[in-house]
């Protein structure tokens, strides 16, 4: 099994800023765009970030773009996503894990790391 861990969230105002990690087992990590995605309460999960694999290329959602920064470490399995000027519609359980071309996803899904956003 490949398995990932998050963690770093917690309980900012509106404006603050919080920097997530999520550590990844397994030697895939480096060969794969590694995602950030959340679920609100209510809601669906929702796609946030991608970062490529090698070439560092970054894609957001548009209710993030300016705000979020993904990042990643491959020689410590890790990817981050920086989150600054943070809004109460950003509360979430924050998920990262690597989509499948063909569907699913490379790694069990974690534990999540909760971000909540006061106004």
């Known amino acids: 099994q490949v398995q990932v861990a998050e963690s770093g969230g917690g309980l900012v105002q509106a404006g603050g800023s919080l920097r997530l990690s999520c550590a990844a087992s397994?030697?895939?990590?480096?060969?794969?765009?590694m995602g950030w995605f959340r679920q609100a309460p209510g809601k669906h999960r929702e796609w946030v970030a991608t970062?490529?694999?090698?070439?560092?290329?970054?894609i957001y959602t548009d209710s993030v773009k300016g705000r979020f920064t993904i990042s990643r470490d491959n020689a410590k399995n890790t990817v981050y996503l920086q989150m600054n000027n943070l809004q109460p519609e950003d509360t979430a359980v924050y998920y990262c894990?690597?989509?499948?071309?063909?569907?699913?996803?490379?790694?069990?899904w974690g534990q999540g790391t909760q971000v909540t956003v006061s106004s």
């Open positions: 970062i490529a694999s090698s070439t560092g290329s970054t």
């Open positions: 397994g030697s895939i990590f480096s060969r794969v765009a």
């Open positions: 894990n690597a989509a499948r071309t063909a569907g699913g996803y490379y790694f069990d």
